[in-house]
């Protein structure tokens, strides 16, 4: 069964920073590309950031390039996001997610809430 759990999520003042972590079990992770998603009260979801099966390659939504930063583990089947310098604008639930064989994943979420 494909998990992804999500964690690292708070209250953060704009300018500051988080680390996000994704658990990935269930599946052959250092395989398959990685992305993060996140959704913002009464908006639809909105792609932040990719990550190729190596870690080689990464992209980025034009509203956070520069500021975060996609990571992988694939010893540790693990995935991360910093996010640098946040805005109000970035708050919202953040969802790992994948393809598998097809099918789309992604976690429960972790609420990010940049506010002063």
């Known amino acids: 069964e494909v998990q992804l759990v999500e964690s690292g999520g708070g209250l953060v003042q704009p300018g500051g920073s988080l680390r996000l972590s994704c658990a990935a079990s269930?599946?052959?992770?250092?395989?398959?590309?990685m992305k993060w998603v996140r959704q913002a009260p009464g908006k639809g979801p909105e792609w932040v950031s990719r990550?190729?099966?190596?870690?080689?390659?990464?992209f980025y939504a034009d509203s956070v390039k520069g500021r975060f930063t996609i990571s992988r583990d694939n010893a540790k089947n693990m995935l991360y996001l910093q996010m640098n310098r946040l805005k109000p604008e970035d708050t919202a639930v953040y969802y790992c997610?994948?393809?598998?064989?097809?099918?789309?994943?992604r976690g429960q979420g972790t609420q990010v809430t940049v506010s002063s």
């Open positions: 269930g599946f052959t992770f250092g395989s398959y590309d």
């Open positions: 990550i190729n099966s190596s870690g080689s390659r990464t």
């Open positions: 997610a994948s393809a598998v064989v097809g099918r789309d994943y």
